[in-house]
């Protein structure tokens, strides 16, 4: 997405973000998950798997509703996962076969890998396995926000050389919310204000959700 202007979901008569969380702060990326996710999701047929499905209901509920596919998902936090239907798992241990799933989505979970001591690499090298050949994943991840450090500093030549390995095709990049004028900012960041400078190359630091669509190779 070039800019929050361009986005279908730009209100200009009230100069914001049509979607539901539009009130400040990390909230405007939620909005763009949401878009990005709403995109997605109706594209999805066969076995889907969520990584890290976390709290937020939306995909679940959504694929589920959706005749031809097959809902699955995986979380270390699940307390109960027999409850939503979930598994006990992380994105180097997913508990299927090889060759399972159509699609994966990892909505804002990749920067969080490093916390079970699981690189992107490790976990991206899981996911091929349990991929059929051809198969699809969209992963988002925030940009300047948390998690591990290229993430927060926006190194985009790391973060793209996770897809460069030869397990991946078609791999394709959008940046939502970089340009975000005329809406404000979204100050989240972590960090303090003058080493965040250094790290941005916008007009005013704001933290911005990056988009990565592949299939197995």
């Known amino acids: 997405m070039p800019s929050c202007i361009q986005c279908g979901y730009y209100d200009k008569e009230s100069v914001k973000c049509s979607l539901r969380c539009?009130?400040?702060?990390?909230?405007?990326?939620?909005?763009?998950v949401y878009a990005i996710a709403r995109q997605e999701i109706p594209l999805c047929k066969g076995n889907v798997l969520e990584?890290?499905?976390?709290?937020?209901?939306?995909?679940?509920?959504?694929l589920r509703a959706i005749p031809e596919c097959k809902?699955?998902?995986?979380?270390?936090?699940?307390?109960?996962?027999?409850?939503?239907?979930g598994y006990k798992g992380t994105a180097s241990h997913i508990p299927f076969?090889?060759?399972?799933?159509?699609?994966?989505?990892?909505?804002?979970?990749?920067?969080?890998?490093?916390?079970?001591?699981?690189?992107?690499?490790?976990?991206?090298k899981e996911i091929h396995r349990v991929l059929k050949p051809n198969g699809g994943i969209c992963i988002t991840v925030p940009i300047h926000l948390?998690?591990?450090?290229?993430?927060?500093?926006?190194?985009?030549?790391?973060?793209?050389?996770?897809?460069s390995t030869g397990l991946w095709k078609d791999v394709r990049y959008e940046e939502w919310r970089k340009d975000y004028e005329?809406?404000?900012?979204?100050?989240?960041?972590v960090g303090k204000l003058e080493n965040f400078r250094k790290w941005s190359t916008q007009k005013e630091p704001s933290s911005w959700t990056f988009r990565i669509n592949a299939e197995k190779a």
């Open 146 to 163: 948390h998690g591990a450090k290229e993430f927060i500093m926006g190194d985009l030549i790391t973060i793209k050389s996770y897809f």
């Open 51 to 62: 990584v890290g499905g976390g709290h937020w209901p939306y995909p679940r509920r959504t």
């Open 97 to 124: 076969e090889d060759n399972f799933f159509d699609m994966i989505l990892a909505f804002e979970t990749m920067e969080h890998w490093a916390e079970y001591k699981e690189s992107p690499e490790m976990g991206l």
């Open 71 to 85: 809902y699955f998902g995986i979380d270390p936090k699940w307390a109960n996962c027999a409850r939503i239907g």
């Open 22 to 32: 539009d009130k400040g702060g990390r909230s405007y990326l939620r909005n763009c």
């Open 182 to 189: 005329p809406l404000p900012p979204s100050r989240s960041w």
